[in-house]
């Protein structure tokens, strides 16, 4: 009897060994039940926004496992190479981070993406996303991808502190001129290097450079994303490089081994005054384990010489052509666009959503401004650095002649190459912008 007893109990337990796994087996999600997509964002900030984002689209979808894959490398200067080896190889995941502007075009020209106009259309994005935007991720008259952002590029990020100690009023630093002298207090009273800068990856070099190309005025900016400065000795491009220059003597020397993350922390803690990035930068300040508050221990204002105007760089998802799980890749953008999934996704990023009709109640008092800003911006302009500005043949060479410059300081061999990039890539330039 009690033999017996053990062999049922041991039938009951291998019956439960075999079952087990293969009940798990024919009830588990589908292979199809996943969505694979991939984005640079892996500073705190960056992550705190993406997971959001994710949470949104778990909760709508249950069931549906997001596989995130971050590649780390600010402005994406590491994923972006990898993505098009990825692509060309017919290995593109359901949906990747890309710029609006120029970034796709490359893609689109190869037939990488498919339309999704119909999505743009059934999901009524064309009355919420502003048309500066909208124009930004169409080719040929079609929509190729959603935007679930806009950051602005042109702000400066300083500590509070700092410059109340040193009495420097944030107010009066609307010229280059009036900043460097302002740094120049700073060193005299001991801040040896005020302004916080970290190039790894070359793009934060390009960057500065970039609003310091606005501070000279919208239509020399608009000259510039047009191709049309091709002259090495055009005076506004050489007095950009000459700011540049002088901006370069207030720098810390260790900027080639930072991140933009860890620059944008010197001005957290102090160490820096300044810092020159866009409000993905907001998102360090923010997150929860550094916890400042805008107005209290940090405040922005715009780059020197670029009140009015905002500087654009707007994070998008796409649907690649034949990827692995077609409608979860949609799904992911219907949420990308939604404004559940915005207003989850910004607040936590540092930007304002690509939507107008977001819940303000959710943004901080950054974003607040800076919602307030777009609105009532005098000129708006595509970010370079951020790959929409320019054809991507020029900002292959871009990083590297300004890497080259912060490093040689060579104003004249800068212009020359910059110019000589331009016209090499003179044919690319089919983006006629209109920017004043
Ligand atoms: C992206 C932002 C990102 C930043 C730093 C920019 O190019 O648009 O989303 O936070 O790079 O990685």
Excluded at 76 to 93: F, I, N, R
Excluded at 237 to 256: I, S
Excluded at 268 to 286: L, Y
Aim: with cysteine.
């Amino acid at each position: 009897m009690v033999k017996m007893v053990y062999a049922v109990a041991a039938a009951v337990i291998i019956t439960a060994l075999i079952v087990g796994p293969a009940v798990w087996y024919v009830t588990r999600p589908p292979p199809e039940d996943v969505v694979e997509i991939y984005h640079w964002w892996t500073s705190g900030g960056e992550k705190a926004a993406i997971d959001a984002l994710v949470s949104v689209f778990e909760d709508k979808y249950p069931g549906v496992f997001v596989k995130q894959t971050p590649v780390a490398g600010g402005a994406g200067y590491v994923m972006k190479a990898l993505m098009k080896s990825l692509v060309l190889a017919g290995e593109a995941p359901d949906a990747f981070q890309m710029h609006a502007g120029y970034e796709g075009k490359p893609y689109f020209e190869a037939e990488y993406l498919e339309p999704i106009t119909d999505l743009w259309v059934a999901e009524g994005w064309k009355d919420v996303i502003p048309d500066v935007v909208e124009a930004m991720v169409k080719f040929d008259g079609e929509y190729y991808s959603v935007p679930v952002n806009i950051h602005r590029v042109n702000v400066v990020w300083y500590n509070k502190d700092v410059l109340q100690d040193h009495a420097i009023d944030p107010a009066t630093l609307t010229t280059w001129d009036a900043f460097f002298t302002a740094c120049d207090k700073l060193v005299a009273e001991g801040h040896t290097h005020p302004i916080a800068l970290g190039d790894i990856g070359k793009w934060a070099d390009t960057h500065v450079l970039e609003q310091i190309i606005a501070g000279e005025g919208i239509a020399f900016y608009e000259k510039w994303v047009n191709g049309k400065v091709t002259s090495a000795t055009d005076t506004t491009l050489v007095h950009a490089l000459n700011t540049f220059k002088t901006y370069l003597g207030y720098v810390n020397p260790d900027h080639a081994a930072l991140t933009w993350d860890q620059a944008t922390a010197r001005v957290i803690t102090g160490e820096a005054a300044f810092n020159v990035m866009g409000d993905w930068a907001n998102g360090e300040f923010i997150v929860p384990a550094v916890g400042k508050v805008y107005g209290t221990d940090y405040g922005t204002f715009p780059t020197p010489g670029t009140a009015g105007m905002y500087g654009l760089c707007i994070d998008c998802f796409q649907h690649p052509a034949g990827v692995a799980h077609p409608a979860n890749s949609l799904n992911w953008i219907r949420v990308v666009g939604s404004k559940e999934g915005q207003d989850a996704f910004n607040p936590k990023k540092g930007s304002i959503p690509a939507r107008t009709d977001a819940d303000i109640t959710k943004y901080g008092p950054y974003q607040k401004a800076a919602i307030n800003d777009f609105r009532n911006a005098t000129y708006m302009y595509p970010s370079v650095a951020h790959g929409s500005g320019a054809p991507e043949t020029f900002t292959a060479e871009l990083d590297d002649i300004m890497s080259a410059f912060v490093t040689d300081k060579d104003v004249s061999a800068a212009a020359t190459a910059l110019t000589a990039a331009t016209t090499a890539a003179s044919a690319d330039y089919t983006t006629d912008w209109s920017l004043d």
